[in-house]
C-alpha cells in the first residue's frame, strides 16, 4: 500500500512538473563554466528534474548497498556469538552434571591494560 501512494505521488509530481515545463517554451540562456547558449526553458526544466532524480536515486542506491553489507556484518557477528553461548551452555551443563561449580570468567575480545603492559615487557627482556 505504501508503494502504491508513493507512486502516485510520483505520478502527481511528474504531471505538475511537465505540465510547468509546457508553459514555460521560451528561450532563455544558459550558462557554463566555459561558455552560453539559449535553450527552451522546457528543456532546462525536464533535464534538471530528470537530474535531480539520477541523482537522488544513485544516493538511495548506495545506501542501500551500504545497509545490506552492514546488515550481513551483522548476521554473521550474531550466527558467531549464538555459536559462543550455545558452547557456553554445553560446557555449564556439562558442569552441572559432574557437580563441579565452576569459576566465574569473563570473555572480552581486547586485552585488559595490565596484561598489555606485561607482554610488551617480557617482549622487550
Known amino acids: 500500500m505504501k508503494l502504491q501512494w508513493l507512486l502516485l505521488i510520483g505520478l502527481v509530481f511528474a504531471v505538475i512538473i511537465a505540465v510547468f515545463a509546457v508553459v514555460n517554451v521560451d528561450e532563455v540562456p544558459v550558462n557554463y563554466v566555459f561558455g552560453e547558449a539559449e535553450w527552451p526553458l522546457i528543456l532546462v526544466i525536464l533535464a ?5 532524480f539520477l541523482l537522488s536515486s544513485v544516493l538511495a542506491i548506495m545506501r542501500n548497498y551500504q545497509m545490506q553489507r552492514r546488515v550481513k556484518a551483522l548476521q554473521k557477528e550474531i550466527a558467531v556469538k549464538e555459536t559462543l553461548i ?8 556439562a558442569y552441572q552434571k559432574a557437580g563441579v561449580e ?3 570468567q569473563i570473555v572480552t575480545s581486547e586485552e585488559l591494560p595490565e596484561e598489555s603492559n606485561e607482554n610488551t615487557t617480557k617482549e622487550k627482556i
Open 48 to 52: 534538471s528534474a530528470l537530474l535531480g
Open 86 to 93: 550455545a558452547t557456553q551452555q554445553n560446557e555449564i551443563g
Open 102 to 104: 565452576p569459576e566465574a
